[in-house]
């Protein structure tokens, strides 16, 4: 589908999957989206990656369909040929900026200090992904640096737990968190769908408990 919303309002999570088997994409999605999570990001990190997005594009449309791990400009065209619906990139390059500002979807571009928040914000972009968030500070490193730029809104990811996620989502700037602790590898390879749906409602509900009061 293509968003008609900020792919940060969509869902206060946002699972980072890898798929090692395409025949695995579809049902993940649809457990994901019994669990109440309506958004998906498929990694660039396995050589059937672009398999999966396609499958998810074509058979399960009602799930916002992210694809991350985008490192260069030749990602995003894939990426976009097989029916993304927004782009996340751990971080920017020069090649990689310039094609992420053409894309005709929303982008999530990694930012982790706040030179690269500034810079994020001469291109335009006011919604980001903050990584690696546990290592690069946690919570309260990006409550400090998100402070002068009260526009930007973060997704945290890397490091985001169900021990950690309430932490996050206290901070005014973080509509949503990111990671890959709803889609274990282990679940997918037993296609322990009811797994994936259990961990994906516990989320919602975490998350929903936590977030504070936006305006
Ligand atoms: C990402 O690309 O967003 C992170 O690698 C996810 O990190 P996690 O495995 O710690 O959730």
Redesign the pocket.
């Known amino acids: 589908m293509s968003l008609s919303a900020s792919p940060l309002d969509v869902s206060p999570v946002i699972p ?1 999957v890898v798929i090692d088997d395409p025949a695995t994409a579809v049902p993940l999605a649809r457990a994901l989206l019994a669990g109440g999570v309506a958004i998906i990001e498929v ?1 660039l990190r396995t050589p059937r990656a672009l398999d999966a997005v396609a499958a998810i594009a074509a058979e399960v449309p009602e799930i916002a369909l992210g694809v ?2 985008v490192l260069t400009a030749a990602h995003v065209d894939q990426a976009l040929a097989v029916g993304a619906d927004f782009l996340v990139s ?1 971080g920017t390059s020069p090649a990689l900026r310039d094609r992420l500002l053409a894309a005709p979807v929303p982008v999530l571009p990694g930012v982790a200090t706040v030179s690269e928040v500034l810079t994020a914000l001469d291109h335009g972009w006011t919604e980001l ?1 903050f ?2 968030a ?1 290592p690069a500070g946690g919570p309260s490193y990006l409550a400090a640096i998100g402070g002068p730029v009260p526009q930007v809104r973060f997704c945290p ?4 737990t169900p021990a950690n996620l309430r932490d996050y989502l206290t901070v005014p700037s973080v509509p949503a968190v ?4 709803l889609t274990p590898r282990s679940l997918i390879e037993a296609k322990d769908w009811g797994g994936v749906t259990a961990l994906a409602t516990a989320a919602v509900t975490s998350a929903n408990a936590a977030r504070a009061p936006r305006p």
Do not use: Q
Request: a positive charge; glycine letters at 36%; hydrophobic letters at 25%.
């Open positions: 980072v990694t991350g791990s751990p992904k990584f690696p546990g990811t890397g490091g985001v990111g990671g890959t602790w």
